[in-house]
């Protein structure tokens, strides 16, 4: 679907800085989920970072599978991105989901599943990154906590903020109207305000760019990718 929650709520809390940005939708998926290319949209979304003006995106933000796609695009592009920002981001993707289960019980195809496997479970970071992580994170949605812990340990350039009561829906994190949970709400949706915050901080007053990629698939809030450019 092109509604995607998330991508909606880093919209509105851009909205609220002094930057101008123009953000554009982008189907990560083609319109048939299994046919899904994780090399083919980190081409796509290097091509269009090479398109624009300033030849980079100021920002990425990644949710899910998309979390994993963000830090992808990064270790092979860091020239193309300043800074990125991981949301509940779906490591260890090969091993969690597709390692020594029968082919026959695979969710995606096998070109898929060896995609996976050729690709870096845990994308060495290169770029200034911030990732969220909830204690409430298990194997069975997206990654458990002791997984993302143990990758951004390895990693000095990310830092991680550990979301205590918060799953893989990321209620409680994101400033949306329609979140059940007013008390994780309130506690933690100011973290993801400074998170776009801190995404947006090198960046100079001026006019507005189209920007960057938006694509929600899956569950509830869907798994999303995005990018955005702003004025340099």
């Not at 980190?42 to 269009?48: N, W, Y």
């Not at 270790?75 to 509940?88: G, K, M, N, W």
């Not at 194997?139 to 550990?162: E, F, I, P, Y």
Request: hydrophobic share 40%; with cysteine.
């Amino acid at each position: 679907p092109e509604y995607c929650p998330v991508g909606d709520a880093i919209e509105t809390a851009l909205k609220r800085r002094t930057v101008p940005f123009e953000l554009v939708r982008y189907r990560y998926h083609p319109e048939r989920v299994r046919d899904t290319s994780f090399f083919a949209s980190l081409d796509d979304l290097r091509d269009l970072a090479r398109s624009l003006p300033t030849r980079r995106f100021a920002a990425v933000f990644g949710y899910s599978a998309g979390g994993l796609l963000a830090a992808l695009f990064q270790e092979r592009y860091p020239q193309l991105v300043s800074r990125v920002v991981l949301l509940a981001p779906a490591i260890d993707n090969f091993e969690r989901n597709y390692q020594g289960i029968n082919e026959s019980m695979w969710r995606m195809p096998a070109r898929y599943v060896h995609e996976l496997q050729t690709l870096p479970s845990r994308p060495t970071i290169k770029r200034p990154t911030r990732c969220f992580h909830g204690t409430r994170e298990t194997d069975t949605g997206g990654s458990a906590l002791w997984r993302v812990q143990g990758w951004a340990d390895a990693n000095d350039k990310m830092q991680l903020h550990v979301l205590d009561g918060v799953d893989h829906g990321l209620f409680g994190l994101l400033p949306l109207d329609d979140i059940a949970d007013a008390e994780h709400a309130s506690k933690h949706a100011g973290k993801f305000d400074e998170a776009v915050a801190w995404s947006v901080a090198e960046s100079r007053r001026g006019e507005a760019d189209k920007v960057g990629p938006w694509r929600a698939f899956g569950r509830r809030l869907g798994r999303c990718f995005g990018c955005f450019r702003i004025q340099e």
